[in-house]
């Protein structure tokens, strides 16, 4: 397969400009493409590039000092992960103000994706609210950010440790006991989902016990057991049957 060379864009991208009745010329200054309509002062920018970039946007940026109305050209690629840069960067041209366009090199078929836009962020308030929740509810500051994402320290899984603390200790108990003792209101649901794998039935009705994989949890989270069973003394001290 040969080489993907920006030039391979701009006959395309020339075409839809004049198609929509703007004059149209290539590397003028600094800009790869240039177009103007007649009886207008405010062109059309177009920076093309092989691929997408952070040299792409920085230059389309810098072009933003001659108009409003300037646009990224890339090739149009195929398969999921194709998809995905292009929708990721698509948000991020419209977080930019800029303009995207995509070419099909094998037909010449061009695409505009968005348009130059003031940016207008909408918030997501439910999504706010799940990360303000897990922020209130993680005890202390068990993660570094910027870290992988595996075996992160969740406030789901701090209040499974705090489960499995007090099941070490006091042994098979009722998940309301369970509940009361460690300060976690869902512990019922959350050792009856097992999403790790720590815990089973026990004798009795609402009863559960440590699996032996949780007997090996606690071995091998005790230091994360004792950092946030120190950073809840309080609470602890509060709550009927708590262990010490």
């Known amino acids: 397969m ?9 006959l ?9 009745g703007y004059t149209v010329k290539g590397e003028v200054g600094a800009a790869d493409v240039v177009a103007l309509r007649a009886g207008e002062e405010e062109p059309v920018i177009v920076e093309l590039k092989a691929g997408f970039s952070l040299s792409l946007f920085h230059q389309a940026i810098e072009r933003q000092a001659l108009t409003d109305a300037v646009y990224v050209a890339v090739p149009r690629g195929s398969g999921r992960a194709s998809q995905k840069a292009l929708a990721e960067n698509r948000r991020l041209c419209r977080r930019l103000g800029l303009g995207l366009i995509t070419v099909k090199l094998a037909d010449g078929f061009v695409e505009v994706h968005c348009d130059p836009e003031p940016y207008r962020p909408r918030q997501s308030k439910p999504r706010k609210a799940r990360l303000l929740k897990e922020f209130a509810k993680l005890v202390g500051d068990p993660n570094t950010g910027g870290t992988t994402r ?5 406030a789901y899984r701090q209040e499974a440790l705090l489960c499995l603390r007090l099941l070490s200790a006091q042994g098979p108990t009722k998940a309301s006991a369970v509940a009361k003792g460690t300060g976690v209101p869902h512990a019922r649901r959350l050792m009856a989902d097992n999403h790790y794998g720590w815990f089973e039935r026990g004798a009795g009705t609402g009863v559960y016990a440590l699996s032996p994989k949780g ?11 004792d950092r946030i069973a120190a950073a809840r003394p309080v609470l602890d001290a509060q709550q009927p049957g708590a262990i010490p």
């Open 2 to 10: 040969s080489r993907i060379r920006e030039a391979d864009l701009y």
């Open 12 to 20: 395309p991208v020339k075409r839809l400009l004049e198609g929509q």
């Open 150 to 154: 595996r075996n992160l320290v969740t």
């Open 215 to 225: 007997k090996a949890a606690i071995v091998d989270y005790a230091a994360e057991i």
